[in-house]
């Protein structure tokens, strides 16, 4: 089992930025990947982000490329999400899963919110 947990979304403006943060538990961290997605009301899930074990390997939706990045802390079990350069296209709840390597199963956080008005 893996508990995940998302901190930092908040409201902002068009050309702010946000860190998003997901701290994990309950399994080794830097034995999985981890990933950003995000959910806008009355649309589906879609990715945004996604890290290797190591964090020497990601990639990235072709909306958020060049203003997003991410990034994972292994000694702090967390994987954060840079967002720079914020549209109001990019409202919507952010979630991290964690998946792959020795996991056996996908886990979710809760999300949080991001609004950027315009």
């Known amino acids: 089992q893996v508990q995940l947990v998302e901190s930092g979304g908040g409201l902002v403006q068009a050309g702010d930025s946000l860190r998003l943060s997901c701290a994990a538990s309950g399994r080794t961290f830097s034995n999985y990947f981890m990933a950003w997605f995000r959910q806008a009301p009355g649309k589906a899930r879609e990715f945004v982000a996604d890290?290797?074990?190591?964090?020497?390997?990601?990639g990235y939706a072709d909306s958020v490329k060049g203003r997003f990045t991410i990034s994972r802390d292994n000694a702090k079990n967390t994987v954060y999400l840079r967002m720079n350069n914020l549209k109001p296209e990019d409202t919507a709840v952010y979630l991290c899963?964690?998946?792959?390597?020795?996991?056996?199963?996908?886990?979710w956080g809760q999300g949080t919110q991001v609004t950027v008005s315009s």
């Open positions: 899963k964690a998946y792959g390597g020795s996991l056996t199963s996908e886990y």
């Open positions: 890290i290797n074990w190591s964090g020497g390997s990601t």
